[in-house]
């Protein structure tokens, strides 16, 4: 990262809100559930499949866990008809995780019932690593009575190794995403350098596929993304039905849409991630801090600040 990069970083928080939602809006399909069924209606049509996720994290009340809850019905209900493939991703927290596990674990449970009479999967998302822990018990769960129910596992950390090899023990036709991991975490516990990240995802997706799992194979790194190809082609998984794959792409809304449709075209299944709701905040500043061009999308916002 340039030090204009850092320092525009620096300042993000002080953009008004208004202003950081004009950038915001290439990361997310909208604040309203309708936004994100019309831009899932656009993607299916265009060949991609998709993730649909509502917006929030750490809510503070369980109250809101309930409410988030509702709101996944209401968009499975909105998907009856679109996107038959289309996967529910929920973040933990947003489920109210950290503040009443039990709950937590009886909306994810209720949300696997209606996602399964819809024959749609489930993704449980990981966060930070001081939920992981809590994430992987409540994964656990309700994993052993809802199949459909997938999880997330982060490349850059030291401990995912350990955490493949549990899960494959347990359930050797887990569906796992695999991503590098949006979260700075201490050098104690993880790997700072890309190539080293890198060189886990390999690892980790090698040692996912020799054990019999699905593997969402979340990035838009076309280095990496070149290795995984070569490793899908090795065993053959890039044969054979498109929908019954051991493999899929996944990308971010917004996110190098340009790679995500090579990779379409060259018959990978590709998945793209929609997410849509008021609480676009605190994912947006993540995904502003991780583009390298942010300082060029700033100043645009600014400039249209009145807009
Ligand atoms: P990078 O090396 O970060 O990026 C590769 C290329 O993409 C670079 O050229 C870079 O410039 C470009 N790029 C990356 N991000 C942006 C951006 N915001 N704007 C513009 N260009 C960009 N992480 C979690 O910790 N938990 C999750 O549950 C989770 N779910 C995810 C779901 C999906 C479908 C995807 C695609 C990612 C998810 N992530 C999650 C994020 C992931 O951990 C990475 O932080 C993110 O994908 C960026 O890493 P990368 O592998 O694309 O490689």
């Not at 009856?80 to 709950?103: A, E, F, I, M, Q």
Request: aromatic fraction near 6%; charge should be neutral.
């Amino acid at each position: 990262m340039t030090v204009a990069n850092k320092l525009v970083e620096l300042s993000l928080p002080l953009i008004p809100r208004r202003a950081l939602w004009l950038v915001a809006q290439r990361y997310v399909a909208g604040d309203d559930l309708p936004a994100a069924i019309d831009a899932i209606r656009r993607l299916s049509a265009d060949g991609f499949g998709t993730i649909i996720d509502v917006l929030g994290e750490n809510i503070s009340t369980t109250g809101e866990a309930e409410e988030a809850a509702r709101e996944y019905h209401r968009a499975l209900a909105a998907l009856t008809d679109v996107d038959r493939g289309c996967v529910l991703s929920v973040k933990p927290t947003h489920l109210g995780l950290l503040l009443d596990r039990t709950l937590c674990e009886r909306l994810l449970s209720d949300l696997c019932i209606a996602a399964a009479g819809q024959a749609r999967r489930v993704r449980f998302e990981m966060e930070d690593s001081t939920t992981i822990d809590a994430t992987l018990a409540a994964f656990a769960a309700v994993r052993r009575s809802h199949s459909n129910l997938g999880c997330v596992l982060q490349s850059r950390l030291f401990r995912t190794e350990a955490d493949v090899t549990r899960l494959l023990a347990a359930w050797p036709d887990l569906s796992v995403r695999l991503v590098k991991g949006i979260y700075i975490e201490p050098k104690e516990i993880a790997w700072t350098e890309p190539d080293d990240i890198s060189a886990s995802f390999v690892r980790l997706a090698k040692q996912l596929f020799d054990g019999g799992a699905t593997v969402g194979l979340a990035t838009h790194d076309s280095a990496l993304a070149q290795q995984l190809v070569a490793e899908v082609r090795n065993r053959g998984f890039d044969r054979g039905d498109i929908d019954s794959r051991r493999y899929e792409f996944q990308c971010l809304m917004g996110v190098r849409s340009e790679f995500a449709g090579q990779l379409r075209d060259a018959g990978h299944p590709t998945r793209i991630y929609v997410p849509y709701g008021k609480d676009w905040h605190a994912y947006s500043m993540r995904r502003l801090k991780r583009n390298p061009a942010i300082a060029m999308h700033v100043a645009r916002a600014l400039f249209h600040r009145d807009g």
